[in-house]
Structure formats: C-alpha cells, structure tokens
C-alpha cells in the first residue's frame, strides 16, 4: 500500500497543479462562489461577502441542514516556473469540509465512545488516506461488526453523502494493517486486496465498464522500458530491470486493456500510472 499512496499522492499533485493552470484568470463573482458551495457542500445560503488584503473575494456561508458557518474565498496566484512568472490563475479554497468534519465529532462521538467501549476497539481520527481509524485493543475476530456499527452512525448524519467515497482503516493491536471499510458501500476490502481495489476504481475512471480479468507480476526487463524512464517517488528506491511490477488487466466489450504500477515520467494521462487504454481504444 506505500506505493499506492505515493502513486495517489502524486497523481493529486500533479491533477492539482494542471487544474490550476486550467482555471479561470479572476477571481469569482459572488454569484459564482455561493453556487459553487450548493454544488459542492450541500444547499446553504450566503452570510456575509469581504474582499481579501491580496484581493480575493471570500463568503460566509451557512449550511442550511445543519446551520453551521463555513467560509469560501477565491483569490489569485503567480504562476511561476524555474523562477519565472508565467501570469496568474484563481483557486477556490473552504473550510466546510473541517467545519463538517468537527460537527460529525460533537454529533456522534458519544456514540463512537459506546461502541469503543463494547466492541474492545479505539475509534481515532482519519489521516491522509483513511476517513477515521478503528484499532483493536485485543484479540477480535467480530470487528466488522465495529466497523459497520460506526458506518451506520457516519451514514445517519451524512445524508448528502460527502463522505460516499471514504472508509474506516482499520489496524490490529500490532498496528498491523487489516483492510478498509467502506462507509456507504458497506464494503470491506482485506488489506492484501487493497491494491486490486485501488486499479479497478482507476480502471472504471478510464471505462465504466471494465471488468477485471486478471493480474500478472513481471520483471521490469519485461516491460520495454529502461528504468530511468520511471518517475520516483520521495523515499522510493531507484528502478533496475529486475525490480519487480504488477499489470493489472481489464475488459470491456472483448477488448482487453492494462493499467501498470509504476509511473513514466512523461506520462500525464488522468490515470497516473503507465497504461495502454488509449492504444486499445483510440
């Protein structure tokens, strides 16, 4: 798993810098930031609009389910490259997700003391990759069970599914990863198994109708590449011609397609690892 997360990360850096560079060059209108919280957060109405000393617009909003105060500014920034400017682009940044977040918390957090309690667990905060973490504390074969209990709890309060896409890491004793309980889906996925998920969900963003055939493992020899063509990540040891990969393929209506683990450097598809779907299907 500490190559998908590297691989996501950079897949979001990189996603984030070229939105930028496509986004708009002013900031957004009023109008044009309260339609962007409904679209995004839930329906809300507008509190209060300031001008920002860098010149960017913000808007207090209040979240109209729950009556919460959340805040959404546009602002410019240079564009600057090898220590060049090359002009200026608008981002759209909120708090909502760490006000919703912290609302959830007072919400249920009795209920999560509960189950902690009864089930033997620690229920802690979310990091980078899990929405919140769940730990056994002993021996316990029943902790799906936890995990959908607090699923139930997380669903109750999010009806407008802002969490659809998250779940619940959960660690043995031992820190030792078991998997990922997705909260919506209802879903458990065994860590040994996370890896497949993670290329189907890239797989379905290429083609909604991939179906998984199958996955090989092969020397980097194999793949046609020389390794100085592999894009590494921070941490990550250098490519060799034996290290390792895993293709993953994919079909959709008799024709097949791959999707690989490793990253070309030149490769900027919406997918960030090395893949042949345009050739298949292009």
Sequence with gaps: MKKIFKILFGALAVAGIGALILSSCHVKSESQIVKYANQNFGSAELVATETMENGGRKCIMRDKEYGFEYYVKSEMHDINIDGSKFGSTESTGSDFSKKYYELLQNTCQPKFDEIAKSDNIEINDGDSFNFMNIRLTSENDNFLSSAEKIADIIISF???KYY????LGIYDMNEKRLGAYYIHEKKWVDADDEDDHF??????????????????????????FAPDQVRISLGEKEYTYETPVQYYYFSVDGREFFIADFIL???YSDIYQYNNYD???N
């Excluded at 659809?164 to 779940?167: A, D, I, N, T």
């Design 199 to 224: 290329y189907i969900e890239r797989a379905k963003m290429l083609n909604r109708n991939a179906k998984f055939i199958r996955k090989e493992k092969k020397l980097f020899k194999d793949t046609g």
């Design 164 to 167: 659809k896409e998250s779940y």
């Design 279 to 281: 050739e298949v299907f």
């Design 265 to 267: 450097k030149d490769h």
């Design 158 to 160: 999010d009806n407008r």
